[in-house]
């Protein structure tokens, strides 16, 4: 297949599947005049970075799910440790969620004189001072 054919079937712009290839991702088996060619398995590999992408895995994470002949090699307690972040995650985002729906909705003249809305700021500050909230958002059910 040339890149063009990849690219349709894909999805995966061009530029982006010679981004992967210099990033060791995918690797294109010849030309075709001056396009590149890949072998049909490469749609494979690139479901497979399109899930790790969207698990939120760096692609250098990803790089390291496939064997060096480009077969998937995924570490399973990797995969299990990467769902365990997403859970705390999703906790996280729905503390939020209700946090503001509560303050959407609350009662109070002004928001400055909910509770609720005061531990949801002071979480938010909180995690905008630690270098840490990137990887975990403190925020709890308020």
Same mark, same amino acid.
């Given at each position: 297949?040339?890149?063009?054919?990849?690219?349709?079937?894909?999805?995966?712009?061009?530029?982006?599947?010679?981004?992967?290839? +210099?990033?060791?991702?995918?690797?294109?088996?010849? &030309? &075709?005049?001056?396009?590149?060619?890949?072998?049909?398995?490469?749609?494979?590999?690139?479901?497979?970075?399109?899930?790790?992408?969207?698990?939120?895995?760096?692609?250098?994470?990803?790089?390291?799910?496939?064997?060096?002949?480009?077969?998937?090699?995924?570490?399973?307690?990797?995969?299990?440790?990467?769902?365990? +972040?997403?859970?705390?995650?999703? &906790?996280?985002?729905?503390?939020? &969620?209700?946090?503001?729906?509560?303050?959407?909705?609350?009662?109070?003249?002004?928001?400055?004189?909910?509770?609720?809305?005061?531990?949801?700021?002071?979480?938010?500050?909180?995690?905008?001072?630690?270098?840490?909230?990137?990887?975990?958002?403190?925020?709890?059910?308020?």
């Amino acid at each position: 297949m040339d890149i063009s054919e990849v690219a349709r079937t894909s999805g995966v712009p061009a530029s982006t599947l010679r981004y992967y290839e +210099e990033k060791g991702l995918i690797k294109s088996v010849g &030309r &075709r005049g001056l396009r590149r060619t890949f072998e049909p398995r490469v749609l494979q590999q690139l479901a497979l970075i399109a899930l790790g992408r969207a698990a939120g895995f760096s692609l250098e994470e990803i790089g390291d799910m496939f064997a060096p002949d480009g077969r998937p090699q995924i570490d399973r307690q990797r995969l299990a440790s990467k769902a365990d +972040e997403l859970d705390r995650t999703i &906790r996280q985002l729905s503390a939020l &969620r209700d946090g503001l729906r509560h303050a959407a909705a609350c009662s109070a003249a002004n928001h400055l004189e909910c509770p609720k809305f005061c531990r949801l700021m002071s979480a938010a500050a909180s995690a905008a001072r630690s270098k840490k909230s990137r990887k975990a958002l403190p925020y709890k059910r308020l």
